[in-house]
């Protein structure tokens, strides 16, 4: 659809180029300050991907909320709002929470049973060999390749909606400028600027709700906004709502988007290493807290953002347009300040974009282009980082140059990076050219990516998992997945297969449930029929040595010379002598974190998913102006929560890291080069 743009196309270029230059220019600074005033310096592989793992809680939370919230989770989410009402936002929120949520387990399971990996891979070719490892390779890179594309597609055609910059140029330009600074300062540098987006995303979302609740001549209150959703209803009634309504949780599309979208977001958290990156730099003994914390502040994004901005789109085809010559907009003779929208401009997520600019005018189409670069930005600065990870560990050193040096293992992750943002641009225009949407991928992603996803998480914590089953199950499903998406195309559009006819709500549930369902029964039967039996010493092992080298140059004392990066005891006792080390891996407090994870996990993916929604649902309940207000009021509370979760709290643990990098600034003020940190021999963690 063709939209006027209500930016010059200038603006679309500065926003991309300035404020990607303005980050990577930031972050070098920030970099060279960590390095002189904490001593932490990315110029080592371990520091450089994973942080030399000593992340605190919330600064970790916080990566986890910047690098889930893509331009989907802004602008999809406002376009399911937008076809659905309300029911919308909850779905899209709760069937994307939840993953983070549970994998909690598999991050506790992780410091577990291989505390010093580098990758989630590398567990896989340790403990099943390399046919596994490249066939789950290949289920990693589909998985960082959909996921970069829909960050892509969706930040470039908002880019272009509002300014007219080149949808061509805007693919390219969004990765290249997040690589300079991913290339500068790694992971501890892309997990701050995290950091930094995540709080401006915050302070843009709460200034549109209070707008549109608020303060806007449009709308301007809970009731308004009620009685305008009410009036769409009658000109416009949604099929398979209750009442047509928009305010009502009875929604049958919105509960098939809501399995859609649950089963497809598996997929790309579980195989995605942006996610197994932060559960690698966290602390052991946090790691657990931080993506429960994560999990549930990234809820409020989605739900109060949609609530916002995809209401709004709607609301505004019942508000007059200056040159309606009728007030009711029942009457013939009625304009809309906002036009509806046809199904091409809402599958590219264009409801948010044109309700800020129908709302703020130029300034909420800036205030939506920067909320919207800065969301895509710190998520694409995730998948280059975790790409550069598996380029660099499981294909390089594994295949390439076992024997690599820590230069050459550094050289090739700044490589990895550079090489993935330039495939990420490619992606985005050949998916362009061939008329894929955000939409189309976002719903279309667990068809081909749900199969790896329970044995994934089987060879991470089930000992009995069972190689062959979990390979075989991940093949099958991915076959099965395809077919009957395929299948059900043909049969619900007369034999048509193409695009449009193939994104369906039908189409793609056949797809997601077959692909996810296949996968899981294949590898669990085989392991229950045919265990293995493994105790995980092995992974345990990957890498141990290595990491107390890489530990020992953060904390500044003698490296070690030898290279190796496996040592000959590979048993359990072995890794408890390391823990002597990090007192933090000690087995049975992962153990029980384990088991608080599981058990919150799953009491929380209840209440999202089943007890709070499906009673609604089958309430067939239209909200009233009082249930409706106190919908939108608990959604505010929970988005100011989530604010002080992952900026306020991340500041208060870091207050140690703060105060010494601000004596060492003051020290170098009135006395210059006094400030440089020296390490004192018992310091061992200067990085915090």
């Known amino acids: 659809m063709s939209t006027s743009e209500v930016l010059p196309q200038g603006a679309g270029y500065g926003v991309v180029i300035g404020i990607g230059l303005f980050f990577s220019a930031f972050m070098v600074g920030l970099t060279a300050i960590q390095a002189r005033y904490t001593g932490v310096s990315p110029k080592d592989s371990e520091e450089f991907s994973s942080a030399s793992r000593s992340v605190k809680p919330g600064l970790i939370a916080s990566g986890i909320v910047s690098a889930w919230t893509w331009a989907a989770t802004l602008l999809q989410s406002s376009a399911i709002a937008y076809r659905y009402g309300i029911s919308g936002p909850w779905w899209y929120a709760a069937g994307a929470t939840v993953q983070v949520l549970l994998f909690a387990q598999l991050a506790a399971k992780l410091k577990l049973n291989a505390p010093y990996a580098h990758t989630w891979l590398e567990i896989v070719a340790v403990r099943w060999g390399t046919v596994a490892h490249l066939v789950f390779m290949g289920f990693g890179f589909a998985t960082n390749l959909i996921v970069s594309s829909m960050l892509v597609l969706g930040g470039s055609a908002t880019v272009t909606s509002l300014t007219g910059m080149s949808t061509i140029a805007a693919c ?77 949780l009875r929604s049958k599309n919105g509960l098939i988007f809501g399995v859609i979208n649950l089963i497809g977001n598996f997929a790309t958290v579980f195989q995605d290493q942006a996610y197994w990156q932060r559960a690698i730099a966290s602390r052991p003994s946090t790691t657990v807290k931080a993506y429960l914390i994560g999990g549930l502040a990234w809820f409020a994004i989605p739900f109060v953002f949609s609530t916002t901005l995809g209401l709004a789109a709607v609301a505004f085809s019942a508000v007059p347009a200056a040159n309606s010559a009728s007030q009711d907009p029942l009457s013939s003779s009625f304009i809309p300040l906002l036009a509806p929208l046809s199904q091409d401009a809402i599958s590219e997520g264009l409801p948010a974009s044109l309700a800020a600019a129908t709302l703020l005018g130029k300034s909420g189409a800036a205030a939506l282009l920067i909320v919207l670069f800065l969301a895509v930005t710190s998520a694409t600065s995730a998948e280059l980082i975790a790409v550069s990870s598996i380029l660099t560990y499981d294909i390089y050193v594994r295949y390439i140059n076992p024997k690599a040096t820590e230069q050459q293992i550094l050289r090739m992750s700044h490589a990895g990076v550079v090489i993935f943002a330039l495939v990420m641009g490619i992606a985005g225009v050949i998916f362009y050219y061939i008329g894929v949407s955000m939409g189309w991928l976002y719903t279309f992603m667990g068809v081909i990516l749900g199969s790896a996803v329970c044995p994934i998480a089987l060879c991470i914590t089930w000992k009995k998992a069972s190689k062959v089953g979990c390979i075989t199950g991940s093949l099958v499903g991915f076959f099965a997945g395809v077919i009957a998406w395929l299948v059900t195309t043909s049969t619900l559009n007369q034999k048509v297969i193409n ?105 929380l993916t209840l209440i999202l998913m089943i007890l709070i929604p499906i009673p609604l649902f089958f309430a067939q309940t239209v909200y009233s102006v009082t249930g409706f207000s106190v919908w939108v009021i608990v959604g505010i509370i929970w988005a100011f929560v989530s604010a002080f979760a992952v900026v306020i709290y991340p500041l208060w643990e870091s207050r140690g890291a703060l105060l010494l990098i601000s004596r060492g600034v003051i020290k170098d003020i009135f006395s210059p080069g006094s400030g440089k940190f020296i390490a004192p021999s018992s310091m061992m963690e200067p990085g915090e």
């Open 172 to 248: 390219f330009l969004i990765p290249l400028g997040v690589a300079i600074y991913v290339v500068v300062g790694g992971m501890r540098s892309t997990l701050l600027c995290d950091y930094t987006h995540t709080t401006v995303l915050f302070a843009i979302i709460l200034t549109f709700v209070f707008t549109v609740y608020a303060s806007s001549g449009s709308i301007g209150s809970i009731s308004r906004m009620h009685y305008l959703l009410g009036e769409v209803s009658k000109i416009s009634p949604v099929a398979g709502n209750a009442a047509g309504s928009y305010l009502t």
């Open 499 to 603: 695009v449009t006819t193939s994104g369906g709500n039908y189409e793609m549930l056949a797809g997601n449930l077959a692909s996810i369902g296949v996968g899981a029964i294949i590898s669990t039967a085989a392991s229950l029929i045919w265990p293995d039996d493994y105790d995980f010493a092995s992974t345990r092992a990957i890498n141990v040595r290595g990491t107390t080298v890489a530990s020992s140059n953060v904390n500044h004392e003698p490296e070690d010379s030898e290279n190796e990066k496996n040592v000959p005891d590979v048993s359990v006792s072995s890794v408890t002598n390391g823990a002597q080390i990090d007192p933090e891996l000690d087995p049975v407090g992962l153990n029980k974190a384990f088991k608080f994870a599981a058990r919150a996990s799953i009491v």
